[in-house]
């Protein structure tokens, strides 16, 4: 029921933004066709300014993982998490899930596939998949368009972030599948 | 910080491939990814361009207005740093209902929005602003209600209950936020002392 609803309010909502936004400016006595050039003029800068950050975030992310360092950074990490009771196939989403969005979703579909969407591991992958972001290319886009480049705290509070909902994923369906 | 990550995954990453000699990876690599960073902003060019002339019909006609200020008390505790009914919060919320609602495509131009926007109220053009990292510490632990993407691999993958995981996916999305809105007040408080 909830579901259906949510369905239908995803489909509905840009429609019903595209449609009642102008007519309601239009009887605001908003000129509506002048007024939005003016507004979307800025959107060709605010893209073309973000070229330079992506172009420098997606290399460097892209030289990380293609060259097989993930691999063993990965390789390094999963005695150590095992100890947790924390199963060694789920790592490397766990540390793809902030660096690379379509990386990550391969990955989780690669062990959905493998594992069965209704195992443990496919359940869990699942979860870190659907509960976190794209931390580095989020700040990336974010802060390139407006031109920072002094992220301050940033990136440690999308990491955290990040980890504490890998931690919160395992733990919970652990607990309701497991 | 974010200077000596960017060093690391290059070194290590080139060392790396250098080990294990194969260097046609890394140029490879650089021009996959160079060219992937150029395809995104274009792609996001029309969409930037649309919601944008959208929201400026919401900002003309008032409508921005409203929604900051019903948000106004919910606002007032996250970002205190922002005046009240500021445009940046009507985009702020925009950018997270979206989210909420999963439409990624509108999500990102009126998230940009909010960013242009605070900048406005920015000392330090260069450097982030409160502001600005509590608003992406709410952005990167995004909640979705229907994770959509997901659900449509377990479909696919043939799974008997593909929908079973948004409620583990809702308390490990809330646990992150809580975590990371309280990671971001802690650090405030450092920075300030420090």
Redesign the interface.
Same mark, same amino acid.
């Given at each position: 029921m909830l579901?259906q609803v949510?369905?239908i309010?995803?489909k509905w909502?840009?429609p019903f933004?595209?449609l009642f936004?102008?007519t309601?400016?239009y009887f605001?006595g908003?000129k509506?066709y002048e007024?939005?050039?003016?507004?979307?003029?800025?959107?060709?800068k605010?893209?073309?300014k973000?070229?330079p950050y992506?172009?420098?975030?997606?290399?460097?992310?892209?030289?990380?993982?293609?060259?097989?360092?993930m691999n063993?950074m990965v390789g390094a990490l999963s005695p150590v998490i095992k100890l947790f009771g924390i199963p060694g196939e789920i790592l490397p989403l766990a540390i793809m899930r902030p660096l690379s969005g379509g990386g990550a979703?391969g990955i989780?579909?690669e062990l959905?596939?493998t594992f069965?969407?209704?195992s443990l591991i496919?359940?869990m992958a699942?979860?870190?998949?659907?509960?976190?972001?794209t931390?580095f290319f989020?700040?990336t886009?974010?802060?390139g368009?407006?031109?920072?480049?002094?992220?301050?705290?940033?990136?440690?509070?999308?990491l955290?972030?990040?980890f504490?909902?890998?931690v919160?994923?395992v733990y919970?369906?652990n607990k309701?599948f497991g | 910080?974010?200077n000596l990550?960017?060093l690391a995954?290059?070194v290590?990453?080139?060392? *790396?491939?250098a080990i294990?000699g194969?260097p046609e990876?890394?140029t490879?690599?650089?021009l996959?990814?160079?060219n992937?960073?150029?395809k995104?902003?274009?792609d996001?060019?029309g969409?930037?361009?649309?919601?944008?002339?959208?929201?400026?019909?919401?900002?003309?006609?008032?409508?921005v207005d409203i929604l900051a200020k019903i948000i106004r008390p919910f606002t007032r505790f996250l970002f205190p740093s922002v005046p009240e009914n500021h445009p940046a919060m009507g985009a702020i919320l925009l950018n997270i209902s979206?989210n909420i609602?999963?439409?990624g495509n509108?999500a990102?131009?009126f998230?940009?929005k909010a960013?242009?926007e605070?900048?406005t109220l920015n000392k330090?053009?260069?450097?982030?602003s409160d502001a600005?990292?509590t608003f992406?510490?709410i952005?990167?632990?995004?909640i *979705?209600? *229907?994770?959509?993407?997901?659900i449509g691999?377990?479909v696919a993958?043939?799974?008997?209950?593909?929908?079973?995981? *948004?409620?583990?996916?809702?308390?490990?999305?809330l646990?992150?936020?809580i975590?990371?809105l309280t990671?971001?007040n802690l650090?405030?408080l450092f920075?300030r002392k420090g």
């Open positions: 579901e949510i369905g309010l995803s909502t840009i933004l595209v936004i102008p309601f400016a605001k908003v509506v007024e939005f050039i003016e507004g979307a003029e800025e959107g060709f605010i893209a073309i973000l070229i992506l172009v420098a975030m997606l290399v460097a992310i892209g030289i990380f993982r293609n060259s097989g360092a063993i979703l989780a579909t959905i596939n069965g969407p209704d496919g359940r699942s979860t870190m998949q659907g509960s976190s972001d931390t989020v700040l886009v974010y802060f368009s407006v031109g920072i480049s002094r992220y301050r705290h940033a990136l440690w509070v999308g955290i972030a990040d504490t909902s890998f919160a994923s919970i369906v309701m | 910080m974010i990550i960017w995954l290059i290590i990453g080139i060392l *790396v491939a294990n194969q990876i890394i490879d690599t650089v996959q990814a160079a992937l960073a150029v995104y902003s274009f996001l060019i969409l930037m361009t649309f919601w944008l002339g959208i929201m400026r019909l919401g900002e003309a006609a008032g409508l979206a609602l999963g439409l509108a990102t131009p998230g940009l960013m242009q605070l900048q330090n053009s260069d450097t982030a600005m990292i992406l510490a952005n990167t632990s995004c *979705v209600i *229907v994770p959509a993407t997901i691999v377990r993958a043939g799974s008997l209950n593909p929908t079973e995981i *948004v409620g583990t996916t809702l308390f490990a999305t646990i992150g936020m975590i990371a990671a971001d650090f405030r920075t």
